[in-house]
């Protein structure tokens, strides 16, 4: 006995084969209580140093879905705003649901069903600060609610360690992609990790998450580097 007859998902209730029916999605080509075909939803994970446009392309993605008639809900956890909005870079906002600690995803969908509230899809902005609890949350609502799941964040921190909520999506997600948008550490490099700067020096000890900017005036603030300035702490001429 192997595992090789488990990996073969067995559908008792798979229809024939219709138009509708896309054998790549498996189990997932039936059809919903509804009658509906169910359209096979995905955790996806989008991840990218600082500046790298992962809000602006966050919103994006929600005006792409909306003007296709999906409904979704934004979610964000410490926003640069500080506010329950996702702002970006580039003078972006938009309403956003703030996710702490005790909130859960899969019960903010239900509840907003539960009001007549259509939900297809989560945008989940700054997923690298919310906690293990949360990404488990996003599988479930993927495999057992039908409901798609895009999740935004950095990989690593300023150590250059994966967050635990960026490991645990790089673990369970359907997709991960590196956002195309390249950030140019000051040597004209590709940036890959966000360095943490106080007082003028690049800093490796400290809580995981401090808030701060990439502006120069910020107490912390953080600076894209590539690797190379980056374990160098090489912060470029203007330091
Ligand atoms: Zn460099």
Request: charged letters at 25%; a negative charge.
């Amino acid at each position: 006995m192997t595992d090789d007859a488990a990996a073969t998902p067995i559908c008792l209730a798979r229809p024939l084969p219709g138009p509708d029916d896309d054998p790549r999605r498996g189990c997932a080509a039936t059809r919903g209580a509804d009658g509906r075909p169910l359209h096979a939803a995905a955790l996806r994970f989008f991840w990218g140093p600082m500046d790298c446009g992962k809000s602006t392309m966050a919103l994006q993605m929600n005006h792409n879905h909306a003007r296709q008639g999906r409904r979704g809900l934004v979610t964000t956890r410490i926003d640069r705003s500080l506010g329950p909005q996702v702002t970006t870079r580039i003078g972006l906002a938009h309403a956003a649901i703030e996710v702490t600690d005790g909130l859960d995803l899969r019960d903010l969908v239900r509840d907003a069903w539960a009001d007549g509230v259509r939900v297809d899809y989560l945008i989940c902005d700054e997923a690298s600060f919310y906690n293990l609890e949360h990404i488990e949350q996003m599988a479930d609502l993927v495999d057992n609610d039908d409901v798609d799941v895009y999740a935004f964040g950095l990989a690593t921190d300023f150590r250059s360690s994966l967050f635990p909520a960026a490991r645990r999506l790089f673990e369970l997600a359907d997709s991960v992609a590196r956002i195309q948008v390249e950030v140019l550490c000051w040597c004209g490099r590709e940036g890959l990790l966000n360095a943490r700067v106080i007082g003028g020096r690049v800093v490796r000890e400290g809580e995981q998450v401090v808030i701060g900017d990439t502006v120069d005036t910020a107490d912390v603030r953080y600076q894209v580097l590539c690797r190379r300035h980056y374990r160098a702490g090489e912060l470029g001429p203007r330091d």
